[in-house]
């Protein structure tokens, strides 16, 4: 078949890692059945993404668009890996300059469907205007969704039944199941800072895109499975968003990503030829992705935490070249030295190869900040968890793997969200070696059985496939 004779799909994700790599695992996934993919983002991203198999990169052209520049925004900076988390909302401004170079693409190119990220708020209308059938793509879970609540509320246009800091705190009033899905005091108190922050620079509140996203879709596709989160799946689709929500799967990455030989494998030795020296499930993996920015605090008590559980570990540590006028990543006096003279630990500073190196048989567990991708990463290897979530709706996962027990929290003070050196240590062991962390071991490997079925994902993907070549665009 010509590439102009297959069906067109323009992909818009956001301007992040954890959001350009599932966007282009969906369009790998969609070339193989057949799809012309578009591929759209800035110019650096494009430049960052992992390479495409040979097999399937005519069938996915990445498409740069320059990003305008904005005030306060570094020249450097074209996703939220290049800022400090104060720092994204002028990030999301000059997306929103994207609206105009965005609507000529798509009304030269006029594909059968466009799928767009949270972000693209304005892409519903511009579709719509073009009679473009458009699909929200949603990147967190179900549950996620679910605690947002109903668009309508997110938006400012019906009442919000949740007035005081203790209805905030509580179960939203329209999940009618029991639930321990909830934020903790210090998670709200930082989520109000940020919200208050992004209402100063963007043109519309976080409120309203993250209402209006879904809002204006005409289906939602989802990273996740009725096998994981059947209850939230169903409350998502007939009362909150109240149209068809299809889970694409969760998309479980194969071992080795095409990005690990970006430099023909040299990285991948260097760190296989340390992980290969440790012993069998000895070693914590430490990630806390490509967004949060903690304090030089909490850098310390986790260096120091680290050293105190005896354990080896892998630390791979945000390129702090990345954050202006910002020290955040200063490890402890002495630490570098202390570790690398004990060869105890490897610290990687930059981008390390994550799935890869969650697969090598010496890791034993991960400290994570519980990102979606991560958790899906690490459950569909069947790594058990030591969560320390941060920011966005990382602390709501952090509570619903707890409650399947498939690892801990680190425990943290419930006003300032603190935690000390002594509690990483504890949960590290306790996760990893203790004899009482065996549940915690046993219910990842189990939980391997639905984040790791190949068979299973791959069959989401072929409904998915089938409702977009079904897809009969709605009468005007
Ligand atoms: O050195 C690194 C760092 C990251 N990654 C990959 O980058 C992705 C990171 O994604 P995630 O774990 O979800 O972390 P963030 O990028 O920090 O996640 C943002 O996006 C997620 C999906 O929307 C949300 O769940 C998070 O809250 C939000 O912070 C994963 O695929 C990792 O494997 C690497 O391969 N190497």
């Not at 767009?116 to 892409?123: F, G």
């Not at 609540?149 to 997110?154: A, D, K, N, Q």
């Not at 004990?342 to 697969?359: D, E, F, N, T």
């Not at 990382?394 to 498939?406: C, D, F, H, T």
């Amino acid at each position: 078949m010509e590439n102009k004779d297959r069906p067109q799909v323009v992909m818009v994700p956001w301007l992040a890692m954890g959001h350009l790599i599932p966007f282009l695992e969906l369009s790998k996934c969609l070339a193989l059945k057949g799809f012309q993919i578009s591929f759209i983002s800035t110019p650096k991203n494009i430049d960052k993404l992992p390479k495409i198999p040979p097999n399937i990169s005519s069938l996915i052209n990445l498409v740069k668009i320059p990003l305008p520049q904005v005030d306060n925004l570094p020249v450097y900076a074209e996703s939220t890996f290049d800022l400090p988390s104060e720092k994204v909302h002028y990030l999301t401004k000059a997306f929103d300059g994207l609206q105009v170079p965005m609507a000529s693409y798509l009304e030269n190119s006029l594909p059968n469907w466009i799928i767009y990220d949270s972000a693209a708020y304005w892409l519903p209308p511009i579709a719509n205007k073009l009679g473009i059938p458009c699909a929200y793509f949603c990147l967190v879970n179900a549950a996620t969704i679910a605690w947002n609540g109903p668009p309508s509320v997110l938006m400012g246009i019906t009442e919000n039944p949740r007035k005081t800091l203790e209805d905030i705190l509580g179960v939203p009033p329209w999940v009618p199941f029991p639930s321990k899905v909830v934020y903790r005091l210090h998670e709200i108190l930082r989520l109000m800072k940020n919200y208050n922050q992004d209402n100063n620079v963007e043109d519309v509140s976080p409120g309203y895109r993250a209402g209006s996203s879904p809002q204006g879709a005409d289906v939602v596709f989802i990273r996740s499975c009725t096998e994981f989160e059947s209850d939230w799946l169903q409350l998502i689709e007939e009362n909150i968003l109240q149209k068809p929500v299809v889970p694409v799967g969760l998309l479980p990455p194969s071992s080795v990503r095409s990005d690990d030989d970006n430099d023909n494998g040299e990285t991948w030795r260097e760190i296989s030829e340390w992980l290969d020296k440790q012993k069998k499930e000895s070693v914590v993996y430490v990630s806390i992705g490509t967004e949060a920015t903690p304090t030089e605090e909490e850098v310390v008590e986790l260096a120091l935490g680290l050293e105190l559980s005896q354990l080896p570990f892998f630390w791979v540590i945000r390129n702090p070249k990345c954050l202006t006028g910002d020290d955040s990543f200063k490890l402890p006096d002495g630490f570098e030295d202390r570790i690398s003279f004990s060869g105890r630990g490897y610290i990687c500073k930059g981008w390390a190869p994550q799935v890869r190196i969650l697969a090598h048989p010496s890791v034993g567990g991960f400290l994570t900040h519980c990102g979606w991708n991560s958790i899906i990463e690490a459950l569909s290897l069947g790594q058990a968890l030591i969560m320390l979530p941060f920011l966005g709706e990382q602390g709501l996962n952090a509570r619903m793997l707890e409650e399947r027990k498939v690892g801990m929290e680190i425990p943290r003070d419930e006003r300032d969200g603190s935690f000390t050196r002594d509690s990483v240590a504890k949960s590290l062991r306790m996760v990893i070696v203790d004899e009482d962390g065996e549940t915690f071991r046993a219910k990842a490997r189990e939980m391997r059985g639905i984040f790791g079925d190949k068979h299973l994902h791959d069959q989401y993907i072929d409904k998915f496939v089938q409702y977009l070549k079904d897809y009969k665009p709605k009468e005007t």
